[in-house]
């Protein structure tokens, strides 16, 4: 059965009455026509074709080029939640929409930070991601509209959407229904079927484990998406990894802050290089009192109890509605703690270093396993780490471990983690592209030496 969209079902539509009746009166045409042909031509004129690339240079785009799939609208353009444009903390959808993605201004960072800068902050959605690639790679300086000499194909679904929203009901068959229908939509085109899938990539705004539900019936949670077979050798950008799965490539949550050029960046580094930092770290989280050994809330007990530490409850501080509150303790806090989340990772680790605070973790995959692309290569040079067994045997040894590092030894931490500033943000781009290079730049250019790799093996 054919698709509504496709274009051979379009082609066996019959002429509507009203076309057969100007086929009828021919002199209807020639008035038409010397009215439409002249507005057309202006409108062509003042008007530039929505993102429609020039053909890429051959020096500009050394590892290739990326052709994007027109996907029909249901599998992304109508998953989005467009009457909910602001943060919502009853629903995770809102504000995905909004800005390609950004979402609105972060009017409530005003009071903290310069004019210049405070208009980079956005109330960007953390499973935005999927938009926010998606808008980005339509106006890529590698992006072309030939498939034939395309390198890699980016399939734009909006699968964290498809899926995110069916998690909490108990019909599997919902989760995967999106899924499957892509897959029968690519499998009709033939650089999918000529490849596999082995040259093509995706972005995913939901961790891994919201698509790999497991064959047993017990373990109901999450879509089937990334088990099944079609999916096997795809890569996916991701932002949380499986360890064992090389298809998987984590990249860094989307925080709120977007530059528009290599200057405000510059200008937003050096402004948290200045930043005098009187707490020697913070903890910004709540706890999750039903979870047997809950990390979070021993961090929380014991941060609340410090006189070193500056402590934000977003139990009672609303977090995620007021993003004040947690750059106000970042700022001013040499170190910021970063236990895992609902799973190993979590967004305040990038929201912790853009304020150049060093991340403490207590657990390899929260960062230094998922990200490798994006971060340093010796973890010690911008984090520290502490196990967490040691923690919950003995939350005193935190302040110990802290206080062990000299002004110096901080002071080239957090430069290292300023320096990484630029390789974790989004920035808003500006005819096509960046002026500095960005985690979406690295992301489409480590994708692209990848398969280009994998072909001449």
């Keep these: 059965m054919l698709h509504a969209y496709s274009p051979e079902l379009q082609s066996r539509r019959k002429p509507s009455k009203p076309l057969n009746f100007l086929f009828a009166h021919p002199y209807l045409w020639i008035s038409l026509a010397s009215i439409s042909i002249p507005l057309f031509i202006i409108s062509a004129v003042r008007i530039a074709p929505p993102c429609l690339p020039r053909r890429p240079a051959a020096d500009e785009c050394p590892s290739g080029t990326v052709y994007v799939y027109d996907l029909p609208f249901m599998f992304n353009h109508h998953l989005l939640l467009h009457s909910c444009t602001d943060l919502d903390n009853w629903n995770w959808q809102c504000g995905i929409a909004a800005n390609g993605g950004f979402g609105g201004r972060a009017a409530e960072l005003r009071r903290l930070l310069p004019e210049n800068l405070y208009k980079s902050w956005f109330r960007t959605n953390q499973f935005a991601l999927e938009v926010i690639f998606h808008k980005r790679i339509l106006t890529h300086k590698c992006r072309t509209l030939e498939a034939e000499s395309a390198t890699a194909f980016y399939i734009p679904f909006y699968g964290g959407l498809a899926v995110g929203k069916h998690l909490w009901k108990n019909d599997t068959a919902k989760r995967d229904r999106d899924c499957r229908m892509l897959l029968r939509w690519l499998d009709q085109h033939e650089h999918w079927k000529k490849s596999n899938g082995s040259d093509h990539f995706i972005s995913l705004a939901r961790i891994t484990w919201d698509f790999r539900r497991l064959a047993d019936p017990a373990q109901i949670w999450g879509s089937t998406f990334l088990n099944m077979p079609e999916m096997q050798r795809v890569t996916r950008f991701i932002i949380e990894k499986a360890d064992f799965d090389d298809r998987d490539v984590g990249v860094p949550y989307p925080t709120g802050f977007h530059p528009e050029s290599r200057e405000i960046l510059q200008n937003w ?4 290089r200045k930043q005098k930092r009187a707490s020697l770290y913070t903890f910004i989280g709540a706890a999750r009192e039903p979870i047997g050994r809950d990390f979070r809330g021993t961090l929380l007990t014991y941060c609340s109890n410090s006189s070193s530490c500056r402590v934000v409850d977003c139990a009672a501080a609303k977090c995620s509605a007021d993003s004040s509150v947690i750059m106000e303790s970042l700022l001013a806090s040499k170190f910021c703690l970063q236990p895992k989340g609902d799973s190993f990772t979590r967004r305040s680790v990038f929201d912790c270093m853009i304020a150049g605070s060093v991340p403490v973790f207590f657990w390899n995959q929260t960062a230094y396993d998922q990200y490798p692309w994006f971060l340093p290569g010796e973890p010690e040079s911008y984090s520290v780490y502490i196990n967490h067994e040691e923690v919950m045997n003995k939350t005193s040894v935190i302040e110990h471990v802290l206080k062990g590092y000299s002004k110096e030894e901080i002071r080239k931490k957090r430069e290292k983690v300023i320096e990484t500033i630029p390789r974790i943000v989004y920035g808003i781009q500006s005819g ?26």
């Design 269 to 272: 580094q050096q402004f948290v």
């Design 432 to 457: 096509g592209s960046t002026d500095f290079e960005d985690a979406f730049d690295i992301a489409i250019d480590g994708v692209l030496q990848r398969i280009r790799k994998e072909r001449e093996l």
